[in-house]
């Protein structure tokens, strides 16, 4: 089976010491790019924004030869990065089912993953979890991603349809609903 073509946009914002993008493309798991003209043409990117979630409908995509490509980016500034990087790729825009992150910066935070968690979800989602596993095997937090979140992934990974896949969701995570639609 062959590996899918993982990459990161690095925007610079925070410390490169502690990203993880930047510590899993030294190890050779991922590819970094400082430029968005770099990064694939063709292909998914995590953005957390979108209001699409990363469903069975994506996966060929990715399994057709398509890249996956994690917008790595400071919280703090997501929406005027999401805009940026947006206007110029073609890359089609999804975001994660909820997940707890194992990272020390935001541990057991809903949803606030960090680019490395983002890219092995999807990874894991999409059957390859060998390699979804070695993107986070930089990490001392990495293997604890993959226990936090394990029935989740698994629920996740076997849903066959992105709108069973966001009702999972209220299964694990205590959110809101959103509003039923009244005719």
């Avoid at 430029?35 to 979108?50: A, D, F, N, Q």
């Avoid at 409908?57 to 030869?65: F, K, N, S």
């Avoid at 089609?92 to 983002?118: D, F």
Wanted: glycine fraction near 8%; proline fraction near 5%.
């Amino acid at each position: 089976m062959k590996d899918i073509s993982v990459h990161a946009i690095w925007l610079a914002q925070d410390d490169p010491k502690k990203n993880t993008a930047v510590l899993a493309a030294k190890r050779g798991d991922i590819k970094l790019h400082k430029k968005i003209k770099t990064v694939p043409r063709r292909g998914i990117i995590l953005e957390p924004l979108c209001g699409k979630v990363f469903g069975p409908e994506d996966h060929e995509i990715l399994l057709g030869g398509g890249s996956l490509v994690g917008l790595d980016c400071s919280w703090v500034h997501i929406e005027s990065s999401v805009e940026e990087v947006m206007r110029r790729t073609r890359l089609v825009p999804r975001m994660l089912p909820l997940l707890l992150a194992a990272n020390p910066v935001n541990w057991g935070k809903p949803g606030k993953l960090s680019t490395a968690e983002a890219l092995a979800t999807v990874l894991y989602l999409i059957g390859r979890e060998k390699q979804a596993r070695q993107v986070l095997g930089a990490f001392r937090w990495g293997e604890r991603f993959f226990e936090l979140n394990k029935e989740p992934l698994e629920a996740y990974a076997a849903a066959s349809s992105s709108s069973e896949l966001v009702a999972l969701q209220f299964e694990f995570f205590d959110i809101d609903r959103p509003e039923e639609q009244s005719t």
